[in-house]
Nanobody
Framework: VQLQAYGGGLVQPGGSLRLSCAAS????????MGWFRQAPGKDREFVAA????????NYADSVKGRFTISRDNDKNAVHLQMNNLRPEDSAAYYC????????????????????WGQGTLVTVSS
């Protein structure tokens, strides 16, 4: 399984970016796909996760209403649309997957995801 996250960049506060995560050797139609982020000097934190079998998506409170997960079946990719970006959203963003169906309380746990992409850097600054 290989995951590749891309789409990061520099954006002004209030702007938008769309991150993508492409997979090889893995289908996003199973298990859980998560987005995490890590700012310098901080722990990696949960951003959002999609449980494909349940058809449900969960978001961190800090991004709820601004970020949206979607899937591109043709490209076997998952996107994270980020709107109304804030300086505190600046971080390296990582996509991760597990083929297991996680319970809600496990979605935010970094250790529950077996496969990770490299980070893509998002900087929100004027």
């Amino acid at each position: 399984v290989q995951l590749q996250a891309y789409g990061g960049g520099l954006v002004q506060p209030g702007g938008s970016l769309r991150l993508s995560c492409a997979a090889s050797g893995y289908s996003f139609s199973r298990g859980v796909m998560g987005w995490f982020r890590q700012a310098p000097g901080k722990d990696r934190e949960f951003v959002a996760a999609r449980r494909w079998s349940f058809g449900s998506t969960n978001y961190a409170d800090s991004v709820k209403g601004r970020f949206t997960i979607s899937r591109d079946n043709d490209k076997n990719a998952v996107h994270l649309q980020m709107n109304n970006l804030r300086p505190e959203d600046s971080a390296a963003y990582y996509c991760a997957v597990t083929p297991r169906n996680l319970i809600l309380s496990s979605l935010r746990a970094v250790q529950e995801y077996e496969y990770w992409g490299q980070g893509t850097l998002v900087t929100v600054s004027s």
